[in-house]
């Protein structure tokens, strides 16, 4: 007889829907889960009942209710271990973690990196892993599918930053957000580069997605670097978009990365 290895464990990756335009993402092996930014209970209930899951862990990316919201309820049933930003107040939080930090979730053989990316917030925080044979990032409302989240708490500098950390992460990495906020934001991006061809191919096949109810979460970091503003703002098209808007000359990168944001900001 040969002796065969153990198989690997088969993860899933599926949204539950929350609120009118959350995702609370579920990781599960068919046994044991782990979700991110749980902001209501009941969704992530019916999803553990419904299947017969335990929960093993809660990871947390920043302090905002709809992120948060669900955690404590769920703590009464569940005995998972929370993982949450070092520098914010949460509901609760078993173990704070920061850049340089790693996660690992035993009962799902699951190992996440620990990046900081303030701007959203000051203490927001991303993971990053692997999930089967793909590279994941969960990075609540630090980057949206064609956006960024509005800056509650931190400096454009930050967030530009933040967003580069998550430019240097493998093209291929899957972009877990925490919103569906995908056709808004593309419908802006055109307006920033309406020359951007692969902007334009991908807001049609998020456009039909939508219309079949379908999440246009994840993205990939290739088509953020592709079509989104925020992760293009070193590109001259959008600088010069964004120095046209502003009705002056940019000096540099986090200027034009403000502008945008403002921009953003202010569309109808
Ligand atoms: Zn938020």
């Not at 246009?216 to 992760?231: D, L």
Request: hydrophobic share 40%; net charge negative.
């Amino acid at each position: 007889m040969t002796a065969t290895l153990p198989d690997a464990p088969n993860l899933r990756i599926r949204p539950i829907r929350a609120f009118s335009d959350n995702y609370i993402w579920i990781i599960d092996n068919g046994k044991h889960a782990v979700v991110v930014d749980p902001g209501d209970a009941m969704p992530v209930f019916d999803a553990l009942e419904s299947e017969n899951l335990s929960l093993a862990a809660i990871l947390l990316t920043h302090h905002h209710h709809d992120h948060v919201g669900g955690v404590l309820e769920l703590l009464k049933d569940y005995k998972a271990t929370v993982y949450g930003p070092a520098l914010e107040n949460l509901p609760a939080c078993d173990v704070a973690v920061a850049e340089g930090d790693s996660v690992t979730i035993e009962s799902l053989a699951l190992t996440f990196n620990v990046l900081d990316v303030p701007g959203h917030t000051a203490g927001h925080v991303a993971y990053t892993g692997q999930v089967g044979k793909d590279s994941v990032l969960f990075c609540g409302d630090t980057l949206f599918v064609g956006g960024c989240g509005r800056l509650f708490e931190g400096t454009p500098a930050q967030m530009l930053a933040s967003l580069d950390k998550f430019a240097a992460l493998p093209e291929s990495t899957k972009i877990y957000c925490a919103h569906e906020y995908t056709l808004s934001n593309l419908r802006w991006a055109r307006t920033v580069e309406p020359g951007n061809l692969d902007l334009a191919k991908f807001e049609a096949q998020c456009t039909q997605a939508r219309e079949h109810d379908q999440p246009t979460v994840p993205s990939s970091i290739a088509t953020e670097k592709a079509c989104n503003p925020f992760m293009r703002a070193r590109q001259a098209s959008v600088a010069k978009a964004a120095n046209h808007w502003a009705d002056k000359v940019l000096a540099n990168p986090v200027e034009v990365f403000a502008a945008l944001r403002t921009w953003k900001n202010e569309f109808r």
